[in-house]
């Protein structure tokens, strides 16, 4: 028998992924998801894709071309994937997708797509430098992957 702790995995830089339940609470007389709520989500998993990426503070400066391409439901779960798509010299874009599964079925659909900014913060709450994609690609105009969802 084998008393070593697993080795501890690095978290992935420049990616986050999400997984959220919809409830009642978080959607309207139609019974899907308030856009907001959705807009919440993918926010948060884009700040931590941006906050690894940067190895530090960052802020959102914009929300751009958010699409919703089918309605997510109560009972629905949500999944989320956020990736640093480009970097420029204190700003980053996070392309976040969202996919909808209907868990009894396990049907899977991407139902919402958005690109977000964020910039980095120093100390004093000045925009710093990031660092480039380790790779150097723009990644910005990629498909969703859908092997790769959460």
């Known amino acids: 028998m ?11 830089r420049s990616r986050a992924r999400m997984l959220e339940l919809v409830f009642p609470k978080d959607s309207n007389y139609h019974g899907t998801a308030f856009g907001g709520f959705v807009l919440s989500l993918m926010d948060k998993a884009a700040s931590v894709a941006a906050v690894r990426h940067a190895r530090g503070s960052v802020v959102t400066a914009r929300m751009d071309g ?36 209907t868990m009894a079925s396990g049907e899977v659909q991407l139902a919402t797509t958005g690109h977000f900014v964020f910039v980095a913060l120093d100390e004093q709450g000045k925009p710093r430098p990031v660092p480039a994609l380790h790779d150097g690609a723009d990644l910005a105009q990629n498909d969703p992957d859908f092997e790769e969802r959460p």
């Open 2 to 12: 084998n008393d070593q702790p697993a080795p501890i995995a690095p978290a992935p």
């Open 66 to 101: 958010v699409d919703f391409h089918v309605p997510i439901r109560v009972g629905d779960a949500v999944a989320l994937d956020a990736r640093v798509v480009r970097v420029g010299r204190t700003s980053m874009t996070i392309r976040v997708d969202v996919y909808r599964e």
